[in-house]
């Protein structure tokens, strides 16, 4: 059993005793020095109530001598609280103390505490602020006592909308960090790779705390805001001297009715080798505050397209088709999504489409799929083999649960004879959407043997194609 020596005056601390008292697992001595008259608590086996002015260093000595654990400064008065720590460091340097601060130390004081090995200062003001924080709509909630307390445990709400609702935990990418609980209503669920997120469920996570920070705002992000979270603008690089007249006329017609339809920041268009003709004039024309035509006469390759992404937090890119497949493994390394025109123009086209292959990948980025057809005003289909993978099952699971999110329902098709693509080839008014893997941006001329629906994407290639990053 340890000793324990508590200075205890004021409101707050007769709120803390209270507390303490109550508490069913002390198993501690605890010795009290207060002003204040404590009696009536004096029934209690391991407290030792004392009355008397704890400033007084003499009368502190009579009751300190043998061996104490900790010292506990728990006291209203500035004054007090700093004369009784000077005292107890005459009586012991290397007590561990525990000390309540709700004031603007001086200087000196500030020295003395830091240099204090044995000393430990818990300022209830910040206490305090954290907790009415803690009530605050759209607050990541920490654990203020348990481990580091550096923010590496958090908790938080999954709201109606966000990119994790239905979502099975094994299709969530956990770097540097886990769930470890799920709270659903009265229930402790211990999390497995099938368990599917639902809404308002309440999340215990675990990791470092600066990526906890990034996936407490992809949590909270809801439908309604793709590019986000890759970036908020749209980039549009254009090659007068590559492309033809009608190529550039369709990408800045494609660029424009996607930037009226998303719901980016700006759309900015990056023009290298820039030339006399009614395209330019186009561009050139254009007065919206949030369009931004970069001409750049200097420049004659697309070299400045890594440091545009970066500078002006682009989080979708528009190519044509021919241009895509010429600088594939550029596109790729930018580790955004890269929407590749079709045939016909963007305003023309149906449906969405996703090919029921890789499943976690696929799972992963649902929501950014989903939100960009909602906002696109296109109907949504999934086609899968029915193959008897359960990997097929849960993604066909998922997407059944995530179409409530949106006004339109996704369609699901299960082919058990044949493969979808069959019935696709042909078409050229779809959005095809395609997980952009390591081994799709390299391509192969045997890409056209692979089992893997996501690797035969270019028999699909008339269609406008979304590449969407997955992490590898």
């Not at 993978?389 to 066909?396: I, N, Q, T, V, Y």
Request: proline letters at 3%.
């Amino acid at each position: 059993m340890k000793k324990i020596l508590i200075i205890a005056g004021g409101a707050f601390a007769r709120n803390f005793l209270d507390r303490l008292l109550g508490a069913k697992s002390n198993l501690h001595h605890y010795i009290v020095v207060s002003n204040e008259d404590h009696s009536q608590k004096a029934n209690y086996e391991n407290f030792t109530f004392y009355q008397f002015d704890p400033t007084s260093l003499s009368k502190l000595k009579s009751i300190s001598d043998g061996y104490f654990s900790q010292f506990c400064i728990v006291s209203e008065n500035k004054n007090e609280a700093v004369a009784v720590y000077e005292n107890l460091r005459q009586i012991s340097t290397k007590t561990e103390t525990i000390f309540m601060n709700s004031w603007e130390l001086d200087e000196k004081c500030k020295e003395t505490f830091a240099s204090d090995k044995h000393l430990s200062v818990v300022d209830i003001r910040d206490i305090a602020a954290s907790r009415l924080m803690d009530y605050l709509p759209d607050m990541p909630v920490y654990a203020d006592n348990i481990g580091l307390s550096e923010g590496e445990i958090m908790e938080v709400k999954v709201p109606i909308g966000s990119s994790y609702m239905y979502r099975h935990v094994s299709s969530i990418a956990q770097k540097r960090w886990r769930i470890a609980l799920i709270y659903r209503g009265a229930e402790i669920i211990l999390p497995k790779p099938n368990t599917m997120i639902q809404p308002s469920d309440i999340l215990l996570i675990v990791g470092d705390p600066n990526v906890l920070q990034n996936v407490y705002r992809s949590i909270k992000r809801e439908s309604g805001q793709f590019p986000s979270p890759f970036g908020s603008n749209i980039y549009t690089l254009i090659d007068m001297r590559s492309m033809s007249k009608e190529r550039v006329s369709k990408l800045i017609k494609d660029s424009l009715y996607v930037h009226s339809k998303l719901n980016n920041k700006r759309l900015i268009f990056r023009v290298i080798n820039p030339t006399l003709g009614e395209n330019l004039e186009t561009l050139k024309a254009i007065k919206e505050k949030n369009i931004l035509v970069l001409m750049d006469y200097f420049n004659s390759d697309n070299k400045s397209i890594k440091d545009d992404v970066l500078k002006h937090d682009i989080g979708l890119i528009i190519s044509d088709d021919r241009y895509f497949f010429k600088f594939q493994k550029l596109f790729y390394e930018l580790k955004i999504p890269v929407l590749k025109t079709g045939k016909i123009l963007l305003s023309k086209v149906k449906e969405g489409v996703i090919l029921g292959d890789q499943s976690q990948e696929v799972e992963n980025q649902s929501a950014v799929i989903t939100d960009c057809c909602a906002q696109l005003d296109l109907e949504m289909r999934f086609y899968y083999f029915d193959n008897k993978h359960s990997d097929d099952e849960a993604l066909k699971e998922h997407f059944e649960s995530i179409s409530t999110l949106f006004s339109k329902r996704i369609k699901i098709e299960n082919h058990s004879l044949k493969n979808p693509l069959v019935k696709l080839k042909g078409t050229n008014d779809l959005l095809h959407f395609v997980m952009f893997t390591k081994n799709v941006a390299n391509g192969s001329a045997f890409a056209f043997l692979s089992t893997n629906l996501n690797r035969l994407y270019k028999k699909l290639s008339q269609n406008a194609q979304l590449f969407v990053p997955v992490s590898e």
